[in-house]
């Protein structure tokens, strides 16, 4: 079983950058096919991005595909959320998650991203 603990986020104005980081313990983060998914109040969790278990293929909403990138450094045991030009429609609470195939299995405690205009 793998722990996922993120980090980042926070406060930041429209057409500004974050960096979210979801460090995995328990298990290699090898093993696993990463996602970051987010919720803002009163909607439903939609889906960010995935990375594929080797960093070799990478996924995108269309919404975020042009500013938005994942990544991961199996050997820190990381994956990363660069978030670029952002705005106040991204303001949600932001997750990593975790799977082996099918739905994702573990999920981090979410961290806030709030965009102000």
């Known amino acids: 079983q793998v722990q996922l603990v993120q980090s980042g986020g926070g406060l930041v104005q429209a057409g500004g950058s974050l960096r979210l980081s979801c460090a995995a313990s328990g298990d290699t983060l090898r093993r696993y096919e990463m996602g970051w998914f987010r919720q803002a109040p009163a909607k439903e969790r939609d889906f960010v991005a995935a990375i594929s278990w080797s960093g070799g293929n990478t996924y995108y909403a269309d919404s975020m595909k042009d500013r938005f990138t994942i990544s991961r450094d199996n050997a820190k045991n990381t994956v990363y959320l660069q978030m670029n030009s952002l705005k106040p429609e991204d303001t949600a609470v932001y997750y990593c998650?975790?799977?082996?195939?099918?739905?994702?299995?573990?999920w981090g405690q979410g961290t806030q991203v709030t965009v102000s205009s």
């Open positions: 998650a975790a799977r082996v195939t099918g739905e994702y299995e573990y």
